[in-house]
């Protein structure tokens, strides 16, 4: 049977001096693990016949990679960019927009317009006191504790990884007519503090926009991928990831095909998301 192999894209990472040429807010990695003891040691993922992509779902914006030409390619989005805004708005007569046409919302609609969803998926709202004040949009309870997002405009509470969900659609339907295949599967990065509630989270949003996730891989770890580090030998990697939602500094140690986690320091960027929240609505 006739395979395809997706090895990693490029992502915002330390990177001594080079020139980065993708965003700063990019898809990590298009590659699946295959976790060893004691480490963790990758294979290129090979799906028979069919596109893969690698997808950040950011905070503040996303992206969307896929292989091209045997390179790793930042796939447009419909308005020609190679990143989306992590924008979802409902306009008063009940359309709902996705990505740059949703930022736009921010000001004359700002109760139906959900940014920063990512600081919500997979938390209970005991968990997101400071990062409720933070947004524009009413953040409440259900009967079971669990983060909802109101919308007044179409009178529906939505769960986190239903916002998400929507704009993995919008990625995933731009990547198929950049590609001029559908896309069925991918390969989602998330920060690596994440627990395994926001983790199961993160897939059930790509399930829930028709997506077979393939792996949850670790940001740093995807970083440390796609700049190739896991060729070398006994070597120590230190990975920054600046995001709109959170400051990663993780240090990895690489050896023999085997990338491992020794430290990781994340600050959670409520300042970040303050100054974006002043900028939109001005």
């Not at 930022?103 to 969803?117: G, I, L, Y």
């Not at 919008?170 to 627990?195: E, G, H, M, Q, R």
């Not at 240090?251 to 600050?267: A, F, I, K, N, S």
């Amino acid at each position: 049977m006739a395979t395809t192999t997706f090895p990693t894209s490029t992502p915002f990472f330390a990177h001594q001096g080079r020139r980065r040429p993708y965003p700063s807010v990019s898809v990590r990695t298009a590659a699946a693990a295959v976790y060893g003891r004691g480490g963790r040691r990758w294979r290129p993922l090979r799906v028979a016949c069919e596109k893969v992509v690698g997808i950040d779902l950011g905070t503040t914006n996303s992206a969307v990679a896929a292989m091209e030409g045997g390179k790793p390619t930042i796939v447009t989005n419909a308005e020609g960019a190679r990143t989306t805004p992590s924008v979802v708005a409902y306009t008063k007569s009940g359309d709902r927009l996705v990505g740059q046409i949703a930022k736009r919302q921010a000001v004359v609609n700002p109760e139906n317009t959900f940014f920063s969803v990512k600081r919500f998926i997979g938390r209970k709202m005991n968990e997101v006191d400071e990062e409720s004040k933070q947004v524009s949009y009413r953040v409440i309870r259900d009967d079971n504790g669990n983060v909802k997002l109101d919308c007044p405009a179409i009178g529906k509470q939505f769960a986190a990884e239903e916002i998400s969900a929507q704009v993995l659609r919008k990625l995933v339907d731009d990547a198929s007519k950049f590609l001029n295949d559908k896309v069925t599967k991918a390969v989602i990065t998330v920060p690596a503090y994440f627990n395994d509630s926001q983790r199961t989270a993160t897939k059930d949003a790509g399930r829930i926009a028709g997506l077979e996730v393939l792996r949850i891989i670790n940001e740093p770890t995807a970083a440390s991928l796609a700049y190739g580090f896991e060729k070398k030998n006994n070597e120590t990697i230190l990975v920054f990831d600046l995001g709109g939602g959170t400051f990663d500094v993780s240090v990895l140690e690489v050896g023999d095909g085997v990338l491992r986690c020794c430290l990781h320091q994340v600050t959670l960027t409520l300042v970040v998301m303050t100054l974006t929240r002043e900028l939109l609505t001005g």
